[in-house]
């Protein structure tokens, strides 16, 4: 099994700024891609940002230019820099992980999620 701990969400005005962490943990023999997904109240989980165990990213079209992903692969940790942050940000950001553990049996795993609010 892997957990995934998120840390770093919280309250900030239009235009600021957060980082978010996630670190993996448990009986894990290689992780995938990584990734932060965000529900908003009354939308659907959607895709924020991703990133391949060899570093490619990919990002939502709402988000480019504004967040950052990346991760320290000796630590098992993903990031999430987010600049010039919107209210329409405000949601609750989760963690993705696709990784192989014990017997390298595959499957996805999420964080408990962290709360983004946006606001002035």
């Known amino acids: 099994q892997v957990q995934l701990v998120e840390s770093g969400g919280g309250l900030v005005q239009p235009g600021g700024s957060l980082r978010l962490s996630c670190a993996a943990s448990g009986s894990i023999l290689s992780i995938n891609a990584m990734g932060w997904y965000r529900q908003a109240p009354g939308k659907q989980r959607e895709l924020v940002a991703g990133?391949?165990?060899?570093?490619?990213?990919n990002y939502a079209d709402s988000v480019k230019g504004r967040f950052t992903i990346s991760r320290d692969n000796a630590k098992s940790t993903v990031y999430l820099q987010m600049n010039n942050l919107k209210p329409e940000d405000t949601a609750v950001y989760y963690c993705?992980?696709?990784?192989?553990?014990?017997?390298?049996?595959?499957?996805?795993?999420w964080g408990q999620g962290t709360r983004v609010t946006v606001s002035s």
């Open positions: 993705h992980a696709d990784a192989h553990t014990t017997g390298w049996v595959r499957d996805n795993y």
């Open positions: 990133i391949t165990s060899g570093g490619n990213t």
